[in-house]
């Protein structure tokens, strides 16, 4: 055997990859989105642990590489199907994870399930490292260029596949990568790269239905479906989400978000649009008759159209089309729909564009896109921009999006709005009802912050807020409202049953008076972000209302350590809906991590320490390896920090947060993967520079990214990924050298600490991507680039 398995290592790579991310949209249809982040967190610990296990194996591997390779890649591919079928099947409900005491050991069940493949997975390029110990830096070469393949491969694949056959795809890859292998590595019976192919046959074979996704029965989908009669009458998939679409023939459907109490019509029978099971949005059944949408003026977000005459009207976020017909209802005479998941668009324009009458045909110009995104673009002024709500009342409300990053709330996403207005004209933003109040009171302080930058002297003077049993409304206006504004905003609110929450001049007394709650704190909150100790009023409010930003884009988090023991307190009162969910999941899951990737790394420690060194070269110093710890924990923060920060910039630029996935990681992984091949070439100790590099690169990339969200967003889509690909270029090529640059040094010091760097850079990884998600919460993704300029600073300084 005179080469390494190059080829196989590149394809076990991009399966592991594709599996990541097929497992992120697998269980975000299963479960929520950041349980699903939990789950494949601690999953991927796998990578860390396939290198601690090899440290205590090594001389099996000189020995037997070549089966011990091939049964690694082939327990992967199987593994990846038989361990989702097993752990999609363990009754684990995160929501019942407080007073459920068996929910903890199905949750490790879960973890342990999943790790399984992700160990056989870096197992097999762990022991490609340690036995061509003379090839390392184009052993990592390919390993990174496989995965940058695997990610682009498995967005691509999503588009034409559903989740369950990509998954049987990515299984019978691992197979594939372990026949190669045995080619590759010289093996002269042909019957197991036989076995191999008959294998990853039997996986494409398997029946749909074992790997169909199970949703959890406390999503709105599954509880919908429990109505007698109702079904799924259309299903659409794509990397964006399961679109599905229900119809109830014996109990028809008709949501009306905060539809008033004194309404006297009901909606038309409708369809109901699910995202992922979540995110209800209504498909209404529209004959053309203009008074069968007459419960379109009877909810909050009606409002501005009793403000406005015949107006020109932006909705963002459209779905289904409910805000459209509610635009066409009140006479707007040019309707332009914005809405991002393409086959929500072509649903409504195709099988159900009869039904809907013709909602997204001539009655609106419909443009998929990124909400955000197509108002940088948009060159055109409306005399109303109108912000749909379409998450889920229960999901939001549980903080089950307090992960999410949301550039449609930001400070500058309210100044880009109102630049798009016209003199006089609305921007409109509906949001759901929380009590404590939570998000009106987040978007009140984003929206004063947005006219204060615009030069708003008396920002109070242009916002107002109305309340409806279930929704609230927040009004921006591009001008003060005159006594006549003020007055058909009081007339709308005193025929539906509406609570007034504020407009310019006020009386408390005049708030709370038809949907009474203790106090009229709407109303107080409004006033004190309006006055001058706005900044103590958010620090001592029970919930974080500081505005979002571009740099924290968090819209949805409003969690306060401070509020736990009083919101914990109250559970056997029903208080825990009061608990934001997604941020102590996000810091259960790095407590976690850290427990775990401290067994993994010291364990194989101890091992090298207790069994001595062979050729007489004795155990390495407490010194020696405490640098190769600190330097390949630093370079793994380092490398996950900027990948994740980048991440969610680009979605801004990118327009679209798929393009940003895809983009971003493809071409960090591409680049990375030259320059480690390149890092091979070079002399003496280099680390220092190319730390340096590093960093120049990254504050580049920082200084020019403001500049091209303000004057590059409306190029063409090819050429901004074309902009952000040579923008990480020489970021990624610099970044991908570190890790074989200290390998080598490794190997020449001693070759038993290989397996055990790549574990200690595995769990670094794994730990450092829930990190920067929670730093990023708190001190935005600059500082979070920042802070990984610091760990590239200590593995210059720790360079073993």
Same mark, same amino acid.
């Given at each position: 055997?005179? =080469?390494?398995? /190059?080829?196989? %290592? +590149? &394809? ?5 990859? *594709?599996?990541?991310?097929? #497992? ?124 940058? =393949?695997?990610? /682009?491969?498995? %967005? +691509? &694949? ?5 989740? *369950?056959?990509?998954?049987? #795809? ?131 977000? +009606? &409002? ?497």
């Amino acid at each position: 055997m005179t =080469a390494a398995p /190059l080829i196989a %290592v +590149a &394809l076990v790579s991009a399966a592991a990859l *594709a599996y990541e991310i097929l #497992l992120m949209r697998l269980f975000s249809i299963i479960l929520w989105h950041h349980f699903a982040y939990m789950i494949i967190s601690l999953a991927l610990l796998g990578w860390g642990a396939s290198g601690a296990l090899l440290t205590l194996a090594q001389h099996a591997v000189q020995q037997r590489f070549a089966p011990l390779f091939c049964a690694a890649a082939a327990a992967f591919g199987l593994t990846a199907v038989g361990c989702f079928v097993v752990a999609q099947r363990v009754p684990f409900n995160p929501l019942e994870i407080l007073w459920d005491p068996r929910q903890p050991a199905y949750l490790l069940a879960v973890y342990l399930l999943l790790l399984l493949p992700f160990l056989c997975a870096g197992a097999c390029v762990c022991m490609t490292l340690q036995r061509f110990r003379g090839e390392l830096s184009r052993i990592y070469s390919v390993d990174i260029l496989g995965a940058g =393949a695997g990610s /682009l491969g498995i %967005v +691509a &694949l999503l588009f034409v596949l559903s989740p *369950a056959d990509a998954l049987q #795809l990515v299984g019978a890859l691992g197979c594939v990568a372990a026949a190669v292998g045995w080619i590759e590595c010289g093996g002269r019976r042909r019957w197991p790269v036989l076995a191999m192919v008959a294998l990853a046959g039997a996986v494409l074979l398997l029946p749909a239905a074992w790997l169909a996704p199970v949703m959890s029965p406390y999503k709105e989908l599954s509880q919908t479906l429990r109505i007698p009669g109702a079904r799924v009458v259309a299903q659409r998939s794509s990397p964006l989400g399961l679109v599905s679409v229900v119809e109830s023939p014996r109990i028809p459907l008709r949501h009306a978000p905060g539809l008033s109490l004194t309404a006297s019509t009901e909606p038309p029978p409708q369809w109901g649009v699910f995202t992922d099971g979540e995110g209800l949005n209504a498909l209404t059944r529209f004959d053309g008759r203009r008074s069968s949408l007459a419960h379109l003026d009877q909810i909050s977000s +009606a &409002l501005p159209y009793h403000l406005l005459r015949q107006p020109r009207v932006l909705v963002l976020g459209a779905g289904a089309g409910a805000d459209v017909l509610q635009a066409h209802y009140h006479g707007a005479r040019r309707i332009d729909a914005v809405e991002l998941n393409p086959q929500v668009v072509e649903l409504v324009q195709g099988r159900f564009a009869a039904a809907a009458g013709g909602v997204y045909g001539p009655m609106a110009r419909v443009h998929v896109a990124e909400a955000r995104g197509f108002v940088a673009a948009s060159h055109d002024r409306y005399d109303l921009i109108q912000v749909a709500l379409l998450d889920s009342f229960s999901a939001s409300s549980a903080g089950l999006y307090a992960l999410a990053e949301n550039y449609l709330y930001t400070v500058e996403a309210l100044q880009d709005d109102l630049r798009h207005l016209q003199p006089g004209g609305l921007l409109a933003v509906t949001r759901w009802v929380t009590l404590p109040p939570r998000d009106a009171l987040k978007l009140f302080a984003a929206a004063v912050v947005a006219l204060e930058r615009s030069g708003i002297a008396d920002p109070g003077s242009r916002l107002a807020l109305i309340r409806s049993w279930k929704t609230s409304t927040l009004l921006v206006k591009n001008g003060a409202w005159t006594p006549e504004d003020i007055a058909a905003i009081k007339g709308f609110c005193v025929a539906r049953s509406f609570d007034v929450a504020f407009y310019p001049g006020m009386r408390r007394d005049e708030a709370n008076r038809f949907n009474v709650v203790e106090g009229p704190d709407l109303f107080d909150g409004a006033q004190a972000l309006l006055g001058p100790d706005r900044d103590a009023f958010m620090a001592r409010y029970k919930f974080h209302i500081e505005p979002a930003t571009d740099d924290k884009p968090h819209f949805f988090h409003f969690f306060k350590w401070r509020s736990l023991p009083e919101l914990l307190s109250l559970k056997g009162q029903g208080g825990l809906p009061l608990l934001e969910w997604g941020y102590p999941v996000l810091v259960a899951t790095l407590a976690q991590a850290v427990v775990a990737s401290l067994l993994l790394i010291g364990l194989p420690l101890a091992w090298v320490a207790r069994t001595g060194a062979p050729h007489g070269r004795g155990v390495p110093s407490t010194g020696s390896r405490g640098r190769v710890l600190a330097y390949f924990l630093a370079i793994g923060f380092g490398f996950m920090f900027i990948e994740i920060a980048f991440i969610q910039k680009f979605v801004l630029f990118l327009s679209h947060p798929l393009y940003a996935i895809a983009v971003v990681l493809f071409a960090f992984l591409l680049f990375a993967g030259i320059g480690s091949r390149v890092s091979g070439r070079l002399k003496g100790s280099p680390v220092p520079a190319v730390v340096g590099a590093i960093a120049v690169s990254a504050a580049l990339c920082l200084l020019l990214l403001p500049w091209l969200f303000q004057h590059a967003m409306g190029l063409p889509d090819a050429v901004r990924i074309l902009i952000s690909a040579a923008l990480i270029a020489p970021l990624a090529f610099f970044m991908g050298m570190p890790f074989p640059l200290g390998l080598a040094r490794v190997e020449a010091a001693d070759a038993r600490l290989i397996p055990w760097a790549w574990g200690i850079n595995g769990c670094a990884s794994v730990t450092a991507a829930v990190l920067a998600t929670l730093l990023a919460i708190h001190i935005g993704f600059t500082a979070v680039v920042m802070a990984a300029l610091a760990m590239y600073g200590v593995a210059a300084a720790a360079r073993p």
